[in-house]
Structure formats: structure tokens, C-alpha cells
Nanobody, 119 residues
Framework: QVQLVESGGGLVQAGGSLRLSCSAS????????MAWYRQTPGKQRELVAS???????NYADSVKGRFTISRDNGKSTLYLQMNTLKPEDTAVYYC?????????????WGQGTQVTVSS
């Protein structure tokens, strides 16, 4: 019921910046959690940053002080501002939203956008 499309990935030099966007459509009402995850080949998908319905944010220790997660008031767009990028930030970044429906949490994922940071 929710469709997610990420954009904004690309190739950047270490120390550079990128801004990722996630456009949400469909049944976006009742969404209470939005997040960015990332994954590299052979590794588990890891949580990078999250934002709650109350706009409280949390970050992985590895990105604190460098990344900023935000959303618009209608929850139709999620952003991830990435500054001072490092080679270890290279990954496919995925948008994730959670929605309550009849007491059950529904999880939705985008297809991902590639971020490559060169040294």
C-alpha cells in the first residue's frame, strides 16, 4: 500500500556531500517511523538513521555529526543529508517506513540508491 522511490545517490570524493531523497506514495497515513538503512555486498543491512512521528531522530554511531535525517510534514518525502563522506559510507541506501494497520506493523522498502565514496 506504500510505494517508496529513492534518489540522489552517486559517486563522490571523500569529504564531499550528497543528499538522498525518498518519495512515498499510496497509503502514507498512519506512518509513524521512517528510516534510512544501508547495505554492502556480504554484509547485513544496517540502520543509519531514523525519525519518529514526533520527529525525534536517532543515528548510528558511525554517522553521528555527519548525517542529518528529516522529513516533510505530510511524510511524503524523507531526506538524508550526508556530509564529510568517507569510503566506508559506500553502500546501497534504502528507505524504510513503518505503518500501523489494524494493530499490525507494516514494513515498506524502496529499491535502493547506490552511494560510492572514493578515497
Amino acid at each position: 500500500q506504500v510505494q517508496l522511490v529513492e534518489s540522489g545517490g552517486g559517486l563522490v570524493q571523500a569529504g564531499g556531500s550528497l543528499r538522498l531523497s525518498c518519495s512515498a506514495s499510496g497509503a502514507i497515513f498512519s506512518i509513524n517511523f521512517m528510516a534510512w538503512y544501508r547495505q554492502t555486498p556480504g554484509k547485513q543491512r544496517e540502520l543509519v538513521a531514523s525519525i519518529t512521528d514526533g520527529r525525534s531522530t536517532n543515528y548510528a554511531d558511525s554517522v553521528k555529526g555527519r548525517f542529518t535525517i528529516s522529513r516533510d510534514n505530510g511524510k511524503s518525502t524523507l531526506y538524508l543529508q550526508m556530509n564529510t563522506l568517507k569510503p566506508e559510507d559506500t553502500a546501497v541506501y534504502y528507505c524504510n517506513v513503518k505503518r500501523m494497520n489494524w494493530g499490525r506493523v507494516e514494513n515498506y522498502w524502496g529499491q535502493g540508491t547506490q552511494v560510492t565514496v572514493s578515497s
